[in-house]
């Protein structure tokens, strides 16, 4: 296990206790190889005390996984109380992997069963669908006036470059598994096959390039907004071909539609390129966001919004 990481860069180390499918899945990041150490301790063959690990390495945080144990020894136990009262933080891998990825640790087992964790009982209450909606509606129309003479400057661009419908259709899901119309401005070709875009895909004009690249395309959502198909942040909705192909592949996909899809969302400022191969993340981004939502969040992803428009999608 120990070569799934590089032990030289940090001064600090932590400490994990058991290993298991979702401890693998936080190795195998590039980004935690870059930022920790890890120390390994196994529960049911180690003897030494955890407290010589800690005082030795310079432990700070110990990160346990129990979901392969029966029990958890008392002698275990009483260590890892004494450790957290020394001030050493305990993390549960999963809080882990959400704490240093922001994303809920999604794993299916070869077997085609799924190692599941706290991830049925998220979901936004009454009150949070009633705040949203209430900063969705003020949101759009506020914005609305500014948003109109841009969509229109477009639909003219567009127009100009590209005869035909200045502005796009299509089916997607939404809240509840509910198929509605979203509305964007055209930025492809009025013939092409579908399908997910593209690095420099041939199908997009030349205005539709920058249309995309700066998001002005999707202001036609507001609408789609204000008629409560959708939500400004939210999981982005995808074609309904899409998530039957997606439920197929990962059974908790269908859980995004625990909340209305948004114009923008924690897995788009995340992954601002991401492609199909990215999919899992995706779907981890967009359920840690239901699982975690507060209005502090939503304006954290509007911030990371703005930053990734002004930087053409760069994070």
């Known amino acids: 296990m120990k070569n799934y990481l590089n032990l030289s860069r940090s001064p600090e180390r932590y400490l994990f206790i058991n290993v298991s499918s979702i401890s693998e899945k936080i190795f195998k990041d590039s980004n935690f190889n870059k930022t920790y150490k890890a120390v390994f301790f196994n ?3 180690d003897n030494k005390n955890i407290l010589e690990y800690i005082n030795k390495l310079n432990v ?16 275990i136990t009483n260590e890892i109380i004494e450790a957290k009262l020394q001030g050493i933080h305990v993390f549960e891998v999963h809080e882990f992997y959400e704490k240093i990825n922001g994303r809920i640790p999604l794993v299916k087992l070869e077997s085609d069963e799924y190692l599941a964790d706290d991830v049925f009982s998220i ?7 009633l705040f949203k909606r209430t900063i969705d509606i003020i949101i759009s129309l ?5 948003a109109l003479f841009i969509i229109l400057l477009g639909c003219i661009s567009i127009f100009i470059n590209s005869p035909g419908n200045v502005f796009f259709s299509q089916e997607r899901v939404g809240k509840n598994s509910k198929k509605f119309k979203i509305y964007k401005l055209r930025t492809m070709t009025k013939k092409h096959d579908g399908g997910y875009t593209k690095d420099k895909d041939d199908r997009l004009f030349a205005v539709g390039k920058f249309l995309r690249k700066t998001k002005i395309d999707e202001l036609p959502q507001l609408f789609n907004v204000l008629n409560g198909d959708m939500s400004i942040i939210g999981p982005r909705p995808e074609r309904p071909k899409y998530v039957k192909e997606s439920v197929a592949e990962n059974s908790y996909f269908d ?18 390129k991401a492609t199909p191969k990215d999919n899992l993340k995706k779907l981890e981004y967009d ?3 239901i699982k975690s939502y507060t209005p502090y969040l939503d304006f954290k992803i509007l911030i990371k919004t703005i930053k990734v428009v002004l930087t053409f999608n760069s994070n």
Do not use: C, M
């Open 43 to 45: 529960s049911k063959t």
């Open 60 to 75: 700070k945080t110990i990160v346990i996984e129990t979901s392969d144990l029966n029990h958890l020894p008392e002698k």
């Open 123 to 129: 979901g936004l209450d009454k009150l949070d669908f």
């Open 142 to 146: 506020l914005f609305l006036p500014f």
């Open 255 to 272: 859980l995004r539609h625990l909340v209305k899809p948004g114009i923008t969302g924690w897995a788009q400022v995340n992954l601002p």
């Open 287 to 289: 359920l840690y966001y």
